[in-house]
């Protein structure tokens, strides 16, 4: 079976991909905020300037 030094290696690889994953995930969630923010701005501007 595995020796503990092999556990203890995949267990830090498991860690460091989910760190990445999580910094990927909050990188897309800003970039879609970003994106909504500006497309309700487009909007707002927009319905504004055809009254």
């Known amino acids: 079976m595995s ?3 092999t556990k203890q290696i995949d ?3 498991a ?3 989910s ?3 999580a ?3 909050v990188r897309v969630s800003s970039f879609a905020i970003a994106i909504t ?3 309700a701005l487009a909007v707002f501007g ?3 300037l055809r009254r």
Request: proline share 5%; charged share 35%.
């Open 3 to 5: 020796d503990p030094e």
């Open 11 to 13: 267990r830090e690889m």
């Open 15 to 17: 860690d460091n991909e």
């Open 19 to 21: 760190a990445r994953q």
């Open 23 to 25: 910094a990927s995930s």
């Open 37 to 39: 923010i500006g497309i």
């Open 46 to 48: 927009w319905v504004f």
